[in-house]
């Protein structure tokens, strides 16, 4: 059993990093209820693997690669599809907002494929930039790089 210190040092380690824990997953998964449930269970691995953190990387870093590992074995659990209901991908494009709304659409998916063109290393760093709002000292510590070098 953990005696109290334990209890705050792991307390204050998850006031420090829970938000870029969430941040982190958000960016993968687009879905902020079941990025809280994998943030949850990251922590809780976390706290039940303390003892293997061995410092030679930063706690942020060590914590988001649990929270990679969380996500993609629920990915290959549920073998997780996404899916969107038609309706919301009809626009009314009879209608002035509807033609904005359908060149903003198509605006976006020309900016996601040439995301997706870019080198693997460049385009992690979008992503995370982009749908998770990460700074770039925060992305560098995800890679384990400088923030001079992700920007």
């Known amino acids: 059993m953990r005696d109290n210190s334990q209890n705050a040092d792991m307390d204050s380690v998850y006031q420090e990093y829970a938000s870029l824990v969430y941040r982190f997953l958000y960016s ?89 063109r870019l080198p693997e290393a460049e385009r992690e760093v979008v992503l995370y930039r982009i749908t998770g709002e990460l700074s770039f000292r925060e992305i560098g510590a995800i890679l384990g790089k400088s923030e001079t070098t992700v920007f």
């Open 28 to 116: 993968h998964t687009h879905d902020p209820d079941w990025s809280e449930e994998l943030m949850q269970e990251t922590f809780l691995r976390a706290v039940s693997s303390i003892s293997r953190y061995d410092g030679s990387c930063k706690l942020s870093t060590w914590l988001c690669q649990i929270a990679k590992h969380v996500l993609y074995q629920e990915l290959r659990k549920k073998k997780r599809v996404e899916t969107v209901e038609l309706t919301d991908c009809l626009l009314d494009v009879s209608a002035p907002e509807g033609e904005a709304n359908a060149l903003e659409q198509e605006n976006r998916i020309e900016l996601y494929r040439a995301v997706h």
